[in-house]
């Protein structure tokens, strides 16, 4: 009898505290850590490499719009009363982190300097040259900051507001671009699916390897103007 309880016991707690049937046989049919597939390995570093592609390619514009952000907060909390330094670190603060670790100036340094030095690094972070020369400019000769402050924002906001409208308008001669270069993989698809099978041709004949190097590099040349020219217009 008292066997019999221990042995309802032990089930009940078993019941109560394993893991559910179904995750067990899920945990079954899944192979160890150690035997996953290197094609997921490939495919997670892949996707980590897109991640650290868009945030490099995205960093100018969080740059530019925390640039516009640091003014219009520091001119706000000198209208209040509070000291250039005061006002720039409580700005600072509210920022995103990567661009607020950026500008605190290290211990014993100028944080107009800092803002000088972070301007010649950062992509998208020039216009902090305008606000350490108005910050500077204000410490030596005095005047209302604060209002200066606000004029550059507003300045530096429709200069952004511009950018983008350019951006919106080229947008479609680059997707244009884009499609125009991978037009001749189409090709080759198309013709290997008719059964014409131009590969070998291309891959180990010396007039189709002439007109592939040909191909591939007017292919590059094409789609350098092109952003030679988008760039140029977007920053006359």
């Known amino acids: 009898m008292v066997t019999a309880a221990m042995a309802c016991a032990a089930l009940a707690a078993w019941l109560l505290c394993g893991p559910p ?16 597939s290197p094609v997921i390995h490939l495919l997670q570093r ?6 650290t592609l868009l945030d490099r390619r995205r960093a100018p514009a ?16 000198l209208a209040a009363g509070r000291s250039p330094e005061e006002a720039f670190s409580a700005t ?8 607020a670790k950026a500008l605190r100036a290290p211990p014993n340094h100028d944080s107009i300097t800092h803002l000088d030095a972070v301007a010649t690094t ?7 040259r305008l606000l350490a020369a108005t910050w500077r400019l204000g ?25 983008q409208e350019i951006a919106v308008h080229l947008a479609a001669p680059r997707a244009t671009a884009r499609l125009l270069a991978i037009l001749p993989v189409l090709g080759l698809a198309m013709a290997t699916a008719m059964g014409t099978n131009p590969l070998p041709f291309l891959l ?15 292919d590059a040349t094409g789609l350098w103007w092109t952003r030679h020219l988008a760039t140029k217009a977007a920053h006359p």
Not at 62 to 77: D, K, N, P, T, Y
Not at 122 to 128: I, K, M, P, R, Y
Not at 204 to 218: D, F, I, K, M, N
């Open 21 to 36: 049937p179904a995750a067990a046989r899920l945990r079954r049919a899944l192979p160890p850590p150690s035997e996953v």
């Open 62 to 77: 969080r740059w530019r719009a925390s640039v516009i952000e640091l003014c219009e907060g520091m001119a706000a909390e």
């Open 92 to 99: 600072v603060a509210v920022l995103p982190r990567p661009v």
């Open 204 to 218: 180990t004949t010396g007039p189709g390897l002439a007109c592939l190097a040909t191909a591939l590099a007017l």
């Open 139 to 163: 410490a030596e000769r005095g005047g209302t900051l604060a209002t200066v402050l606000d004029g550059l924002a507003a300045a530096l906001r429709d200069e952004e507001t511009q950018r």
């Open 46 to 51: 892949a996707a980590a490499l897109r991640t």
């Open 122 to 128: 950062q992509a998208g972070a020039e216009s902090l």
